[in-house]
C-alpha cells in the first residue's frame, strides 16, 4: 500500500525520531511511504487561539499538498481530529498512525520488541476527539517484552493544550504536577502516546526535574526491534 | 471581571492549597458517583439528544414560549414581570418585598440572583436577605462568594465550616466534628426564620409553558419550605428556562440528579402553578430576566450557552476547574460553561481571557446532559475575541501573523527550521514566554526529519530509525 505521511510541523522540527520510526514501522509492515515535501503545518495552534482565518488558510493548504494522496497517516492524534473536524478529513483518507495500523493494515502485533516497563498518557483529543478507543494499548500489549503498566487518571489532560500551556502557564502547570506523580507512581521507565504535543509537556517536566522517567512516542516502540 | 482576567486569578487561587485540595477532592468524589449513576441508563445518550434537541426548539421558538408561559401563570393566579437586565429586576423584586413591608426575605439558592447581585440590592433598600442553603448560608456568614454552581462551599472542608458555625450561628459551642451535628445547627438557625419571614425569593430550573409551572430541584428541603410557607413568593427565572410542554420535564429530570449530585433522583423536587386558595403562598410573582441572554441568542454557535440545566457535571470533570476552583473564574457561573456563558453575559470585551481558560481536553463536552459543544464555542468565542478585540499589533497577533506566514511557504518554513536550530526564529520565539518555568525548553535536533528524508539512501538500510 502507497502512504503518505504527514508528519506534522512539530514532528518535523522537534521528533525526527518518530518521523523515522513511522517510516521504519509502515516499510516493515509492506507499505511504500511518500512524504510529500510542500507540507508544512495544520494550522491547529492558529485555529485553537483565535486566528480562525489564518489556521484555517493553513488547513486547505494540506488539503491541497495531499489531494492525490491515497491514503495520508499522521502520528499526531491532535492535528488529525483537528483536521477532520474543519473539513480537511480528505473524505476519509486521513489516519492517525494507530488507526491505519490497526483498522487499515489490520495489525496489532506489528512484530516490535521492546523489553521495558511502560505507561501509556492516553491524551485527550485521541480519546475525546478521534474516539480512537483502545488502539494504542492493543498495540502496545502485543509488543514483545514489554511491561505494560496502568497510568493513574490516565484520560485525565496533562495541560498542555497547545497556545494554554502559555497563556495559561500556572494552571498548566499545576494540571502537569498531576500528570507528572501519575507518571512517576506507576513505576514506568517510559511514559508513550500517540501524540508528541502532549510528551513534549510530560516530557520538559521529567527532564527538568532530572526524573529518569522518558518520553517515547508509540511509534518508536512499535518500531524497536 | 479583574483586568489581568483568568490568568493572574488562577495564579491566586492556586496557591491556595487548602482549596485546592477540598475542591480536588470533592469532584472526585462527584465525579465518581455521576459516572456509577449515568451507567445505569442505558438510554443515556438518547436522552442527551432528547435534552439538548428540547433545549434547541425552546431556543428557537423563544418569545413565543415565553408569551405562553406568560399567559399560563396569569391564569393559575400568578403574576408576571418582565426585567431586560439586573437594575430592573432588582427594582421589582424589591418593590414587591418593601410593598409587604418586608424586612427581611428568605432565599431558596439561585444562580440568577446570585448573577444580578439581588441580596446586595435589597440590603440598600434595608432588606436581608437570608440564604437557607446550607452552602450559600455557609458562603453568606463567611463573607463569601459561590466557587460552584451544585456545591457553593466547595471550596470549604468540613472543619472550616465547623468553626466558622462556632464564631457565628452556634457562638459559644462545641458542635463537633460530625457533619449530622454541623447541619443539625444549621436547622436551628434557619427554622425560625421560615416560620417568621413573610416573603421568600427563589429561582427556577424549569418554567413550563404550556401549563405555567415552575419547577425547582433541591436536596435539603429548605427550598421546599421556602416555596411554601411564606405568604408571598417571588421566583426570579432566566429567559432561557422555559421549556415548552410539561413532559418535557420527563427527559430533565433523568438527566439533571444523576448529572448533578449523582443521584437517582433529588430528594425534593417542588413544582408549583400560579396559587391555591388556603394553601402554600397567596401571592406568587414570576420576574423573567433577561440580562444578557437575547444577546447569547443572537450568536448562532454560542446560543447553546443557553441550554445548560447549571448541572456541573463539566465544573466536575474540568482539569482547570477541578485545580483552579471556581473565584478565579470571577462570575458566578465557573467552569467550562461558565468561560463560555460569562463572557456572553457581560460581553466578552469584559471577560476576554475566559475563553482560554481551558486545554480544549472535551472533558465538559463528554458529560454535559445537553450535549453543549462547550470545546467548539469556545474556539469560536476565542475567534471572536481575536477578530473584535485584539490589537492586530499585539505582539501574540503580530507572532501569529508572522508563524502564519512562515507555515504558508515551504521555503519559508524549511528557513525557520534552521533558524530555530540555532535557537531563535518564529517557532521557538512563539513557544517560548511562560514554558520554561517548569518544563524544560526542548533541543532543537541538530537533523529535521525532511532532512533525514532526503538524505536517506534509495532503500531503507535495516535497523534505520530504530528509537534514540
Redesign the interface.
Known amino acids: 500500500m502507497r502512504v503518505a505521511l504527514f508528519?506534522t510541523?512539530f514532528?518535523?522540527?522537534?521528533?525526527?525520531?518518530?518521523?523515522?520510526?513511522v517510516?521504519?514501522?509502515l516499510?516493515r509492515l509492506g507499505c511504500e511511504v511518500d512524504?510529500p515535501?510542500?507540507?508544512?503545518?495544520c494550522?491547529q495552534?492558529?485555529?485553537?487561539?483565535?486566528?480562525?482565518e489564518?489556521?484555517l488558510?493553513?488547513a486547505r493548504?494540506f488539503e491541497r499538498v495531499f489531494a492525490d494522496a491515497e491514503v495520508v497517516v499522521s502520528p499526531s492524534a491532535s492535528c488529525v481530529a483537528y483536521l477532520r473536524a474543519n473539513g480537511a478529513g480528505l473524505d476519509g483518507r486521513l489516519a492517525e498512525l494507530t488507526e491505519f495500523l490497526v483498522d487499515g493494515l489490520r495489525v496489532e502485533d506489528v512484530g516490535a520488541t521492546f523489553p521495558h516497563r511502560v505507561t501509556l498518557h492516553p491524551t485527550?483529543?485521541s480519546?475525546?476527539?478521534m474516539r480512537i478507543g483502545d488502539r494504542p494499548q492493543r498495540l502496545l500489549e502485543r509488543v514483545r517484552g514489554i511491561d505494560l503498566v496502568e497510568l493513574e487518571d490516565a484520560?485525565?489532560?496533562c495541560?498542555?493544550?497547545?497556545?494554554?500551556?502559555?497563556?495559561?502557564?500556572?494552571?498548566?502547570?499545576?494540571?502537569?504536577?498531576?500528570k507528572l506523580s501519575h507518571v512517576l507512581n506507576s513505576g514506568a521507565e517510559v511514559c508513550t502516546a500517540a501524540d508528541n504535543s502532549c510528551l513534549?509537556?510530560i516530557g520538559?517536566?521529567l527532564?527538568?526535574q532530572r526524573s529518569g522517567v522518558r518520553v517515547?512516542h508509540l511509534a518508536?516502540?512499535l518500531?524497536?526491534? | 471581571m479583574s483586568k489581568t482576567g483568568?490568568?493572574a486569578a488562577?495564579?491566586v487561587a492556586?496557591a491556595d492549597t487548602q482549596m485546592?485540595r477540598n475542591v480536588g477532592k470533592a469532584t472526585d468524589t462527584i465525579r465518581a458517583r455521576r459516572a456509577a449513576r449515568v451507567a445505569e441508563v442505558p438510554d443515556w445518550e438518547a436522552l442527551r439528544d432528547a435534552g439538548a434537541a428540547i433545549k434547541a426548539r425552546a431556543m428557537a421558538t423563544l418569545p413565543e414560549q415565553l408569551e405562553r408561559l406568560e399567559a399560563s401563570v396569569r391564569r393559575a393566579g400568578g403574576q408576571v414581570h418582565w426585567a431586560r437586565d439586573a437594575a430592573e429586576c432588582n427594582a421589582i423584586v424589591s418593590g414587591i418585598a418593601r410593598g409587604h413591608g418586608a424586612r427581611e426575605v428568605i432565599k431558596v439558592k439561585s444562580l440568577a440572583t446570585d448573577e444580578i447581585g439581588l441580596n446586595d440590592a435589597l440590603a440598600a433598600q434595608g432588606i436581608e436577605a437570608i440564604e437557607t442553603d446550607l452552602a450559600e448560608l455557609i458562603n453568606q456568614l463567611a463573607h463569601d462568594t459561590s466557587t460552584h454552581i451544585l456545591v457553593p462551599a466547595i471550596h470549604r472542608n468540613r472543619a472550616e465550616i465547623k468553626l466558622l458555625f462556632e464564631r457565628t450561628i452556634a457562638r459559644g459551642q462545641d458542635l463537633g466534628w460530625e457533619p449530622q451535628a454541623l447541619a443539625e445547627a444549621a436547622r436551628r438557625h434557619l427554622r425560625e426564620q421560615f416560620l417568621s419571614v413573610p416573603v421568600a425569593i427563589s429561582g427556577a430550573n424549569f418554567g413550563v409553558a404550556d401549563t405555567g409551572t415552575i419547577c425547582v430541584v433541591e436536596s435539603e428541603g429548605n427550598g421546599r419550605m421556602c416555596l411554601t410557607l411564606p405568604r408571598v413568593l417571588i421566583t426570579v427565572m432566566g429567559i432561557e428556562k422555559v421549556l415548552p410542554q410539561w413532559r418535557d420535564l420527563e427527559v430533565f429530570l433523568q438527566l439533571l440528579p444523576r448529572s448533578s449530585t449523582g443521584e437517582r433522583m433529588n430528594p425534593y423536587t417542588s413544582l408549583w402553578t400560579g396559587v391555591r386558595a388556603d394553601d402554600g403562598p397567596q401571592e406568587f410573582h414570576l420576574v423573567l430576566l433577561d440580562n444578557g441572554r437575547t444577546d447569547v441568542l443572537a450568536d448562532e454557535l454560542g446560543r447553546q450557552a443557553l441550554h445548560c440545566i447549571r448541572c456541573s457535571a463539566c465544573l466536575n470533570s474540568c482539569?482547570?476547574y477541578s485545580?483552579?476552583g471556581g473565584h478565579a473564574y470571577e462570575s458566578v457561573y465557573p467552569g467550562p460553561i461558565g468561560a463560555i456563558l460569562t463572557p456572553q453575559l457581560r460581553g466578552l470585551e469584559n471577560a476576554p481571557?475566559l475563553?482560554?481558560?481551558?486545554?480544549?481536553?472535551?472533558?465538559c463536552?463528554?458529560v454535559c446532559p445537553v450535549k453543549i459543544d462547550i470545546p467548539s464555542v469556545l474556539?469560536h468565542l476565542?475567534?471572536?475575541?481575536?477578530?473584535e478585540y485584539?490589537s492586530r499589533r499585539s505582539p501574540?497577533?503580530l507572532a501569529?501573523?508572522a508563524?502564519?506566514r512562515?507555515?504558508?511557504?515551504?521555503r519559508r518554513?524549511e528557513q525557520a527550521?534552521k533558524l530555530?536550530r540555532l535557537g531563535h526564529g518564529p517557532?521557538v520565539t512563539a513557544?517560548l514566554?511562560?514554558?520554561s518555568?517548569?518544563?524544560?525548553?526542548?533541543e532543537?535536533?541538530e537533523?529535521?526529519?525532511?532532512?533525514?528524508?532526503?538524505s536517506r539512501p534509495p532503500r531503507?538500510v535495516d535497523g534505520?530509525?530504530?528509537?534514540?
Open positions: 508528519i510541523c514532528n518535523d522540527t522537534l521528533f525526527p525520531q518518530t518521523g523515522r520510526a517510516v521504519t514501522l516499510e512524504f515535501q510542500a507540507q508544512t503545518c494550522g495552534m492558529h485555529v485553537n487561539t483565535g486566528y480562525q489564518r489556521g488558510a493553513l493548504r485527550c483529543h480519546v475525546r476527539m484520560a485525565v489532560c495541560g498542555f493544550g497547545g497556545t494554554f500551556s502559555v497563556k495559561n502557564a500556572d494552571t498548566s502547570m499545576a494540571m502537569l504536577s498531576d513534549l509537556h520538559g517536566a527532564r527538568h517515547m518508536e516502540i518500531a524497536s526491534t | 483568568f490568568p488562577a495564579r492556586l485546592r482539569p482547570v485545580r483552579v481571557t475563553p482560554y481558560a481551558s486545554s480544549l481536553c472535551g472533558a463536552y463528554e474556539l476565542r475567534g471572536r475575541v481575536v477578530r485584539k501574540e497577533a501569529m501573523e508563524v502564519g512562515v507555515f504558508a511557504s515551504q518554513y527550521q530555530a517557532i513557544a514566554p511562560g514554558w518555568a517548569m518544563r524544560g525548553l526542548p532543537v535536533p537533523q529535521t526529519f525532511r532532512e533525514w528524508w532526503r531503507p534505520d530509525g530504530s528509537p534514540p
